[in-house]
């Protein structure tokens, strides 16, 4: 027989006394009943709060037996708090399911059975969001924390997951509402590197759980303003979220695969402007007419940096996709070698032919830009991933 499986609902706490009784009682008797099939239980991850908040959380504990306290002698910030609260609902409570909480009313208790319901349907990672239907910011909000909520938000789901479907997909990044399996995903997910134990580690859980393919889903989150005591937002959280997310999209295993497709991309433009020149010059005496002479002095060229784009980018950029040398390799070479002419060089050509047909000769720098950045570039790194370097 299948146990019934265990969700832990993690709250951390820092002087939260003044509503935390009031969200256990009623997590228990409200919520708790609607989670059909869901063993639930409530960790309270507190670090020795000043006002006592764990001493509260104690004197429950004889009510409720499903309610645990993790408590620390040192104030861990809210990411710390959530990394000792995630390995404690494994460990001791043995938790297929985790969901980060907050203590102060700010998540309603009604989006719990949504968000378990997600799971049981087969998504790995529940998030609420504000910016769905049904979702909503606080009433209350001056522009002000509007604007930046909006804007950094923006920021975090750009700098995190454009161009790929995560970005599109994810509306929300810096809700504080999630619900994680366990296993396979929070069991699998570094917790001991953090770039940030404060906020930012929001950003941090949601890009591991996206690397580890979870298949995800939002729900509506109606956001309020907490009921009591005080926030604990701190004035440098926007920098810790734009700091945080930079960090991670730069040590993304995709991003340092650009750089080295872009680095080799750009010494292959060197080769071929320098080639050019040095096939003139040698042809200077073998072919009279001018334009015959560079345009064959820049086939050869071309051919020479795409060798040598072919030649790096196998031994570099795609090293764990490496090509050995033998019949595939031939057959990959020359679709790379007919790939390459097409969006290297026939495709930006028309680019620039027809742009300068329309606007004028003035623009061919312009429409140069255009072809090589909008055109060549995704081109190459779109054919280069999914038809030459496979993953196996
Ligand atoms: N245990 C623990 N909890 C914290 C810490 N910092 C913040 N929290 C709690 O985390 C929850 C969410 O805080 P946050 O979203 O930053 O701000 P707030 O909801 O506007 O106060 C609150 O219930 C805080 O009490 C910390 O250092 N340790
Ligand atoms: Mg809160």
Request: with cysteine.
């Amino acid at each position: 027989m299948n146990k019934t499986p265990v969700a832990v609902i993690v709250i951390p706490t820092y002087n939260e006394a003044g509503s935390i009784k009031k969200m256990i009682d009623h997590l228990f008797t409200n919520t708790f009943p609607k989670t059909k099939g869901w063993d639930c239980q409530v960790l309270v991850v507190d670090d020795t709060s000043p006002d006592g908040t764990y001493k509260v959380v104690q004197s429950l504990q004889k009510r409720y037996k499903k309610l645990f306290l993790s408590l620390s002698a040192k104030k861990a910030g809210i990411g710390g708090a959530y990394v000792r609260g995630f390995r404690y609902a494994m460990n001791e409570l043995h938790a297929d399911v985790v969901i980060e909480f907050d203590g102060d009313f700010q998540h309603p208790p009604k989006t719990i059975p949504v968000m378990l319901e997600g799971i049981s349907e087969g998504y790995d990672y529940v998030l609420g969001s504000r910016k769905i239907k049904g979702g909503s910011n606080p009433k209350g909000w001056g522009f002000k924390r509007l604007f930046f909520s909006e804007i950094g938000g923006m920021v975090a789901r750009f700098v995190l997951f454009f161009p790929t479907k995560n970005f599109f997909k994810i509306t929300d990044p810096t809700t504080g509402l999630k619900a994680s399996r366990v296993k396979g995903f929070v069991d699998t997910m570094d917790m001991d590197h953090l770039y940030s134990h404060s906020f930012g580690y929001k950003l941090e859980f949601l890009y591991k759980m996206t690397a580890l393919g979870a298949k995800i889903k939002e729900v509506p989150l109606q956001f309020f303003v907490r009921e009591a005591g005080e926030s604990k937002i701190e004035p440098q959280t926007a920098k810790d979220i734009f700091r945080t997310v930079f960090l991670l999209r730069l040590n993304d295993p995709m991003t340092k695969k650009f750089i080295k497709f872009g680095t080799i991309g750009l010494f292959g433009f060197v080769i071929n402007k320098v080639g050019l020149d040095v096939f003139a010059t040698l042809l200077k005496n073998v072919i009279g007419s001018v334009g015959i002479r560079n345009a064959l002095a820049n086939a050869m060229a071309a051919e020479i940096s795409i060798i040598s784009n072919f030649t790096f980018n196998n031994l570099w950029t795609f090293k764990n996709e490496k090509l050995v040398w033998g019949a595939k390799l031939i057959k990959k070479f020359t679709t790379f070698n007919l790939s390459s002419v097409v969006s290297g060089i026939i495709l930006p050509s028309l680019v620039i032919g027809a742009g300068t047909h329309v606007f004028g000769d003035q623009y061919r720098f312009l429409f140069l830009i255009i072809g090589v950045f909008f055109i060549t570039v995704p081109l190459n790194w779109f054919i280069y991933n999914v038809v030459i370097w496979k993953k196996k």
